[in-house]
């Protein structure tokens, strides 16, 4: 967020970047090739549907490509003074080399919640993508239950963020 001035900003979804996942068994938001969508609608399918694609597609659209991208997403965890993570892809899929530690996390975390649009947008416990030049609107849910009403485990004081999980 902090390298993209207006989150607005319309990004064409690319066949190489949407490739990259596939036979991942990944969490998807399923974007098309083509597909224009705007920054904001790429964060929200991230960050509350866990779109591994939308992350994709953000880190070569910030990076120039995804593995400039890594490289950027580990010099800032050492600028906020993270020393137990290092970043292999820019959606949290299992690999070698790709790790982190909780109190890391919560220094991230801590970070990125200074951020009143991150703090909006991980707080949704659904995400509605209006109508796109490939397909209709479609509703997300978030998988994260701490912030939904009718899951169980709701909680009201929960601010977000993604609970993540691989095999």
């Known amino acids: 967020m902090e390298n993209v001035k207006d989150l607005d900003t319309e990004v064409t979804v690319k066949q190489e970047v949407i ?29 509350v549907h866990s779109g591994n694609d939308a992350a994709a597609v953000l880190a070569d659209y910030v990076g120039g490509s995804i593995s400039n991208f890594v490289t950027m997403m580990n010099d800032y965890v050492k600028e906020l003074g993270c020393k137990n993570t290092h970043y292999t892809n820019p959606h949290g899929l299992d690999e ?18 200074e951020n009143d649009t991150f703090k909006s947008i991980v707080g949704q416990s659904s995400y509605t993508l209006p109508d796109t ?11 994260n239950f701490l912030l939904s009403r009718y899951s169980g485990y709701y909680y009201e004081p929960c601010k977000g963020i993604k609970t993540g999980t691989t095999e």
């Open 19 to 47: 490739d990259t996942l596939v036979g991942t068994n990944s969490s998807l938001s399923n974007l098309h090739a083509g597909e224009v969508l705007t920054v904001r609608q790429l964060l929200s399918l991230m960050m």
């Open 96 to 113: 070698d080399g790709h790790y982190t530690t909780a109190q890391d996390l919560a220094v991230i975390a801590k970070k990125a919640l």
């Open 133 to 143: 030049n490939k397909r209709k609107s479609i509703t997300y849910s978030n998988t």
